[in-house]
């Protein structure tokens, strides 16, 4: 990791059938970028600068099923 950023995990909401239509789309090597859109803009309203582009790293196992996402950020900005 480069000096002053940070990784935030972020957690969006979701359905059962629209997280594995998302996670099947990722594990084809494509993007969805309004699911990495929202992760960026959740990252924001969280007062956080993401710095990067944001990664999907997989499904919750708790219900209801969140999607999960990294977003690179500025370590020591909170808005």
Known sequence: MVPGMATVRIELDSDKQEARRIFEA???????????????????????????????????EAEPVRLMVDVDVVSDTIH
């Open 26 to 60: 990722f594990q084809k090597g494509r993007d969805h970028r309004p699911t990495l859109d929202a992760a960026i803009e959740e990252a924001w309203r969280q007062g956080r600068t993401p710095t990067g582009k944001a990664r999907f790293v997989g499904l919750s």
